[in-house]
């Protein structure tokens, strides 16, 4: 009777050991702060996650932060105003990526965004966070202890890349930005998430000769593509006399991301905007 007593008293130990594991294992790992090498204005944010200081960078500059043995980091920001389309581009190595914000929640006038989760390169030493607006402020921080499979966050389905300049282009009182390209620089973007495009092309005139130029996709040519010396009536751009009539042109069937590149063959300025297909050709 006693070797039974004794048995289940250490069976009960053991169940009561198992759950005090269980119910360790099932708390959240916790997240710490990571600091910016060179981090520009600060913003504190209070919320139930804790009070921390959110930084911007200096005026067209990059934030550097150290990532020595960190395997992902998770980027929280908020915005002073509302934004139409706000982003962050993170750099690693030479490889550019851009990332869309989503609004979460607003707190206290800010516009909170939700938290980006970046997979870090193993080896990697440093990464920068890069924001052209002014109004956004940010933190990186890092899981310690047992961290859970990262979900890479979803990146911007269409990212512009190298390019000259960005000008207006005016129709009927409405501006579109139109980005630039000419022999010396050329227009790189990419459609990401097997979204469809297409891209608007004009040139400038500026006498007789054809203004010509490469579309190429990952690399490999297209096709090439000549202008003729008809003038537009109803578009300007501002500095632009003589603006040719437009090009459309309907890029390829997308099931993943592409790359594509503007190439000008001639001497001129050509001026170039990729648009997204809200729907599927034909629907």
């Not at 010396?229 to 501002?238: E, H, I, M, V």
């Not at 603006?243 to 997308?254: A, C, D, F, S």
């Not at 594509?260 to 001026?271: G, I, K, P, V």
Request: aromatic share 10%; with cysteine.
């Amino acid at each position: 009777m006693k070797n039974y007593d004794l048995g289940v008293y250490m069976f009960k130990r053991l169940m009561l050991v198992l759950a005090c594991l269980a119910a360790l294992s099932a708390f959240p790992a916790k997240a710490r702060p990571l600091n910016f090498q060179n981090p520009g204005n600060r913003r504190l944010l209070k919320t139930e996650q804790g009070n921390y200081w959110y930084y911007r960078s200096l005026p067209e500059k990059s934030m550097i932060l150290n990532v020595e043995g960190v395997s992902t980091i998770e980027l929280r920001a908020f915005g002073l105003q509302e934004l139409r389309k706000p982003q962050v581009i993170t750099i690693i190595g030479r490889q550019k990526k851009t990332w869309d914000l989503s609004l979460q929640q607003r707190l206290d006038g800010f516009h909170l965004y939700r938290e980006l989760s970046i997979p870090i390169p193993a080896g990697t030493q440093t990464i920068e966070i890069l924001c052209y607006e002014r109004g956004i402020y940010f933190r990186p921080f890092h899981s310690v202890g047992t961290e859970p499979k990262p979900k890479t966050a979803k990146p911007a389905n269409l990212a512009i890349g190298a390019h000259g300049g960005v000008i207006t282009v005016s129709h009927n009182g409405t501006d579109s930005p139109y980005y630039v390209f000419n022999a010396a620089q050329g227009l790189k973007f990419t459609v990401n998430n097997g979204r469809e495009a297409i891209v608007f092309v004009r040139a400038r005139l500026l006498d007789r000769s054809l203004p010509v130029f490469a579309l190429y996709r990952d690399g490999d040519l297209l096709g090439t593509h000549e202008f003729t010396l008809r003038r537009s009536t109803k578009y300007k751009a501002a500095g632009v006399d003589h603006l040719t009539i437009g090009l459309k042109l309907e890029l390829p069937p997308n099931s993943g991301s592409a790359q594509y590149e503007l190439r000008a063959l001639s001497d001129h300025l050509f001026f170039a905007r990729p648009l997204l297909l809200k729907t599927g050709r034909g629907q």
